[in-house]
Each structure stands twice: as structure tokens, then as C-alpha cells.
């Protein structure tokens, strides 16, 4: 089952306004880019956030623990007049990733940047519209690619809560190997008001396959199963691991359980099949 609720969503038309919010003062490392540098150029500061994170809970997102507010720079919240219905990553001034079955559309949804507390009316955020929307060419439902880039009306400023993600070259992790998830999800009992985090271990393909048979592919990494897993509205957010302090994003949040059983696995668009398209399609665009 797909994990967002953008199915759910009535439709209007806002244009292509940019909603721009107050800025931090002091902004951190505000990083320019050429449009036509592919994504592997991104600034070597990637995937460092400036606020660090702390992972105390490690077993559940399900019932999981509570991020330090800014600590994931990289998330971002996809939404529709106000609602969010799916996560997304930074990954250059101009240009999210997020899961295809989200199905993002420019002139009506907004990408917000640097969210923690979706409650909250003093953060300081930067809420842009989208420019274009790239979907993966072998997206066609579960079981194909489920990645999707946009690309933003006006760039993000980079600082201490915004900041990209590196993307992964390599994902020949052992099982068991400790990823990391977050988003604004289902809990327990309802969905996140503030921004949610697990550590997970990575699943071999063949265990998720003996779950969810071959609907499992080379497209996907699998994760979970051990108490923790993703769940309805972490839809096209970050999977990431930490290789010497950086942390790279080797998937994107696409489909699981219905239920978000923590007891089985969950299947992530992989980062290293897709690389290449996203690179070309940066470039190209």
C-alpha cells in the first residue's frame, strides 16, 4: 500500500507564487549552484547537518521518538493548501526528491522547508512553490521505480535548518545495518504533529521478498521488520545512513503494510538505481 494521502487532496489553483517566510538572521552556508551541474556536484557539505541529531529510541517509529527540531535539515514537507501529505529531501538549492506515488503538481502545491512542530505558527520556514515535476520513467505503480524530482520556483536559502542531503554511490550493506527514517507519519495512534525518527536495520532482499514476493526488486531496498517501521504520511521521505559523520540518502519512503506492521518490512525506492536518471535529469533541466 502506498504510504501518502495525496488521493485525499481537493484541488485549487494557487499559481506559482512563491510563499516565502521570515529567514534565520544568521543564515549557514548559503551555497549557490548552477543549474546545469548534475546532482553529483552537490556542495561537500552535504548530508552534515548543523544541528546535530540524537537517536535515543532505536527500536520503534511506531509509538518512535521525537527529532530535535532542525536536526534532519534535509526534510521537507510536501503540501497542499496547508496539509501535509508527504516528506521530501533536499538534494541542491533548486531540486527535492520525493516518492512518485505522492504525485506532487505545480501551480497548487508548495514545498515547506525547514518544518519541525506542523502546529507551530513561529518557525521560521521557507515555503516555495513548484516549478516542474520529473517523474521516474519505469515508475508504473508498486513494484516499479517510485522516485520523482521537483523543481522549485526560486531556490532554497541554505542555513543552520535547511541543507542538502548527499546522495549514497553504494548500498551493499550487510542486513542488519542501521538506517534511519523520518517524518510526519501515523504513531501509535494518529498522525505526527512534530517531527518523528527511527533507526531501523536494513533487510536483505531475499527476507523481503519471502514477505512480499516479486514485487520486491532492484529498484527497492527493504527495511525494518524488527519493530520499526514507516507509516502513512512518511511517504517520499528520507532513508539515510551515517558512512564517516555524512549522511546519505540511499532510499525514499514508498510502500509497506497497510496496517504499518512493525513486524514486517518495508520497501524504499533505492537511491543508487535511480542516481544516474536524477543526475541526467538535473543537468538536462
Known sequence: ???????????????????????????????????????????????????????????????????????????????????????????????????????????????????????????????????????????????????????LVSPIQFNQRASPVCLATEDNFPAGTQLVTTGWGRTAYESAIRLQQVALPLVSEEVCKAQWGDTVNDSMICGGAAGASSCHGDSGGPLVIKINEVWNLVGIVSWGSSSCNVELPAAYARITYARGWIEETIAAN
Not at 521560521?124 to 508504473?140: S, Y
Open 1 to 151: 500500500m502506498h504510504l501518502g494521502y495525496k488521493n485525499l487532496k481537493k484541488k485549487f489553483s494557487l499559481g506559482t507564487e512563491i510563499f516565502l517566510c521570515t529567514q534565520e538572521e544568521q543564515d549557514f552556508g548559503i551555497i549557490v549552484y548552477d543549474d546545469l551541474k548534475v546532482a553529483k556536484e552537490v556542495e561537500k557539505d552535504c548530508g552534515v547537518p548543523a544541528i546535530t541529531p540524537e537517536l535515543n529510541n532505536l527500536q520503534r517509529i511506531i509509538n518512535g521518538e521525537e527529532a530535535i527540531s532542525g536536526s534532519w535539515p534535509w526534510q521537507v514537507s510536501l503540501q497542499y493548501f496547508g496539509s501535509h501529505y508527504c516528506g521530501g529531501s533536499i538534494i541542491n538549492e533548486n531540486w527535492i526528491v520525493t516518492a512518485a506515488h505522492c504525485d506532487p503538481r505545480p501551480n497548487s502545491d508548495v514545498v515547506v522547508i525547514g518544518e519541525h512542530d506542523r502546529s507551530s505558527d513561529k518557525e521560521q520556514l521557507q515555503i516555495i512553490a513548484i516549478e516542474a515535476v520529473f517523474v521516474h520513467p519505469e515508475w508504473n505503480g508498486i513494484g516499479s521505480t517510485d522516485v520523482t524530482l521537483v523543481k
